[in-house]
C-alpha cells in the first residue's frame, strides 16, 4: 500500500510530466491572455439570443440607493499589501464590448458586482457594498445604535467600510453582530 507521501509524489510527476509535454497541447499553458476559440466564441455569442442585454433594470436595482463611494476603492494592510481592490476592476469601465473569451451573462454580473459604496436599502437598513466578497448591511436599531450583519473578511475591510459608514451616517454604538454562516468572507472582519 502506498503512502500518503509517495500518492502525492507520483501525483505531482505525473502532473509535471502532463503538463510539460508537447503532444498533450499544453505546452502553451501560462498567464498571457489570448484569443477565445471559436468553440469558446460561439457558446459565448449564443447568450445573447438566451438574455435581454438591452434591460438596464438589473443595473438600476444594483446602483439604487447610493448615498457614497469613494472615486477608488483600494484597500491595504498596515504594510501596504493590497488586501481588497476594486481598481483591480478597472478594465469593466474602460470595455466598450464584452470579449468573446468571457460569458456574456458572467461579465455583466461582474459589471453589477462593480458597483461599490454605501446604499441606503430601504428605511433603516444599508449596505456597504463592494468592500470585499459579501456586503456589509447594517440595521438601524430603535435606540439608534447597529446590529451589522456579516462584518466582511478582513479587519481592513471592516474597518474602511465602517469609516464610510461613520463618515456619512454618523458614529452609531453596535448593539450586536449576526453571523450568516461560517465562510470567512461573513466573519473574518469582526476585529473591524
Known amino acids: 500500500m502506498f503512502s500518503k507521501r509517495v500518492l502525492l509524489l507520483a501525483v505531482l510527476l505525473v502532473t509535471f510530466a ?3 509535454s508537447s503532444e498533450t497541447g499544453l505546452i502553451n499553458l501560462n498567464n498571457l491572455q489570448k484569443e477565445a476559440t471559436e468553440k469558446t466564441a460561439e457558446i459565448n455569442r449564443s447568450y445573447y439570443s438566451l ?28 504594510t501596504g499589501k493590497i ?5 483591480a476592476y478597472g478594465f469593466l469601465d474602460e470595455s466598450e464590448t464584452i470579449p468573446d473569451t468571457a460569458n456574456p451573462s458572467l461579465w455583466r454580473h461582474t459589471v453589477l458586482n462593480h458597483s461599490y459604496g454605501l446604499f441606503e436599502v430601504c428605511d433603516g437598513i444599508y449596505q456597504v457594498r463592494g468592500y470585499d ?17 456579516d462584518p466582511l473578511m478582513s479587519l481592513e475591510c471592516s474597518e474602511a467600510a465602517m469609516k464610510l459608514v461613520e463618515e456619512n451616517l454618523g458614529k452609531r454604538p453596535l448593539m450586536a453582530i449576526v453571523i450568516s454562516h461560517p465562510h470567512v468572507d461573513h466573519f473574518g472582519g469582526i476585529r473591524g
Not at 488586501?83 to 481598481?87: A, D, G, H, N, P
Not at 466578497?133 to 450583519?149: P, Q, V
Open 18 to 20: 502532463f503538463a510539460n
Open 51 to 78: 438574455l435581454d442585454f438591452d434591460d438596464e433594470s438589473e443595473y438600476e436595482f444594483a446602483t439604487r440607493g447610493l448615498i457614497a463611494a469613494p472615486e477608488v476603492l483600494e484597500l491595504k494592510d498596515s
Open 133 to 149: 466578497l459579501t456586503n456589509l448591511t447594517l440595521i438601524e436599531t430603535e435606540s439608534g445604535g447597529w446590529i451589522i450583519f
Open 83 to 87: 488586501v481588497w481592490s476594486q481598481k
